[in-house]
């Protein structure tokens, strides 16, 4: 298997454009994750899936940000509008089960000027 | 207070010799524990898991539990410059799906 893909691996855009960042998980993997990281606030969890049901959203920063889970081979995660402050690293992760290891996509870097 | 607390650092050891990064956790009901390594610039990646209490080594890494004291460690043995990243603790409790909770990571340079 590949791993977690994730894309674009870099993403530079205009404050109020709308942004999509793309995950394909890791084949056979019930949980799906999408985290955001800098350096001020770390690892932060946004939202988490399990067999392509959103449980926890609690740490979406607002309704800008929004996330789905089509099938178990593909999630999305949109900003709109995009402002600077959503400049980060966005990871995807997965993993095979409860409690179990997450494996990370390579991240996407996000600009927002 | 933060669910995963890790030293800040940055800690800096000799190569060779041991290096001993720390994590706390507030929720008693966490069941799985992970220490993640992260080089700059790329995404974080398992070192080790632990599920009971005591000791688990593999390698030149040991991780150690105490839940008593909600207390998990990393040590790293005959450290190496290419030890140097920033180690993120994590912590799941299994009886909400799974979901983890990161701490912020300690930096770890080894100077030859």
Redesign the interface.
């Known amino acids: 298997d590949a791993g977690v893909i994730q894309s674009p691996r870099h993403e530079v855009t205009e404050m109020g454009q709308e942004v999509t960042l793309r995950c394909k998980p890791i084949s056979g993997h019930d949980?799906l994750?999408w985290?955001r990281q800098t350096m001020m606030r770390?690892?932060e969890?946004l939202i988490?899936f399990?067999n392509n049901v959103p449980?926890?959203d609690s740490g979406m920063p607002e309704d800008r940000f929004s996330a789905k889970m089509p099938n178990a081979s593909f999630s999305t995660l949109k900003i709109q509008p995009s402002e600077p402050r959503d400049s980060a690293v966005y990871?995807c992760a997965s993993?095979a089960?409860?409690?179990?290891?997450?494996?990370?996509?390579?991240?996407t870097r996000l600009t927002v000027v | 207070q933060k669910e995963v607390e890790q030293n800040s650092g940055p800690l800096s050891v000799p190569e060779g010799a041991i290096a001993s990064l720390n994590c706390t956790y507030s929720d008693r009901g966490s069941q799985s524990f992970f220490w993640y390594r992260q080089y700059s610039g790329k995404s974080p990646e398992l070192i080790m898991f632990i599920y009971s209490n005591g000791d688990k080594e593999d390698g030149r890494f040991t991780a150690q539990l105490n839940k008593a004291s909600q207390y998990v460690s990393l040590l790293i043995r005959d450290s190496q410059p290419s030890d140097s990243a920033t180690y993120l603790c994590a912590v799941t409790d299994n009886t909400n799906a799974g979901k983890s909770t990161f701490g912020d990571g300690t930096t770890l340079t080894v100077k030859p």
Do not use: K
């Open positions: 949980y994750f985290y770390g690892l969890l988490y399990n449980i926890d990871f993993s089960g409860r409690g179990t290891e997450a494996f990370f996509g390579q991240g």
